[in-house]
């Protein structure tokens, strides 16, 4: 077995973590379809291992919407990939989509314009010329997306809002 590791990078010949029971993991065994919507390269920190081992979920990438003809130059965000208004907007075309078909799943969002130490927010944002610029048009892209799930949701619809670090080298 060959594993390596640095700060963005992570990589197992066996895979991430393969015998641990996620919580991925349990959603799919009971029955839910699990789907990862990222404006970033799914290989980045080897996610697709993570999230194809644990849960096997249909992942929809930086690398899927250049190859729907989506222009990378027209939405960039941080220069990772994809800027989080665009990968909302995909998300919630996903999400109906899914809620039409009644069956269960769950849907992942991973947002990455508050990316510290600046973040990107578009030009409207720029207030402080620093991350809390990000961080308030995050709050209002996050507050759309609420209220269109909220408009859009069936009896068994739950969403949870969750963060995968705190705040790192903020200087304010």
């Known amino acids: 077995m060959v594993c390596f590791s640095n700060v963005n990078d992570y990589f197992c010949s066996r895979g991430f973590l393969p015998k641990a029971h996620s919580i991925f993991s349990i959603l799919k065994d009971h029955g839910y379809q699990n789907y990862l919507v990222i404006g970033t390269d799914k290989k980045f920190s080897n996610q697709d291992s993570l999230?194809?081992?644990h849960g096997e979920f249909k992942i929809y990438d930086k690398n899927y919407w250049i190859s729907k003809g989506f222009s990378l130059s027209k939405y960039s965000g941080t220069g990772m990939g994809y800027n989080d208004r665009f990968t909302l907007e995909r998300a919630?075309?996903?999400?109906?989509?899914?809620?039409?078909?009644n069956e269960p799943f769950v849907l992942f969002i991973q947002m990455i314009d508050g990316h510290t130490p600046r973040g990107w927010a578009p030009k409207n944002y720029a207030k402080y010329d620093d991350v809390r610029d990000s961080i308030n048009y995050m709050e209002d892209e996050l507050a759309n997306f609420v209220k269109f799930i909220d408009l859009n949701k069936n009896?068994?619809?739950?969403?949870?809002?969750?963060?995968?670090?705190?705040?790192?080298?903020?200087?304010?």
Do not use: M, Q
């Open 51 to 53: 999230f194809t081992i």
């Open 92 to 101: 919630r075309e996903i999400y109906s989509e899914l809620i039409s078909k």
């Open 155 to 172: 009896k068994t619809t739950a969403l949870a809002l969750i963060g995968d670090h705190l705040w790192v080298n903020l200087d304010l």
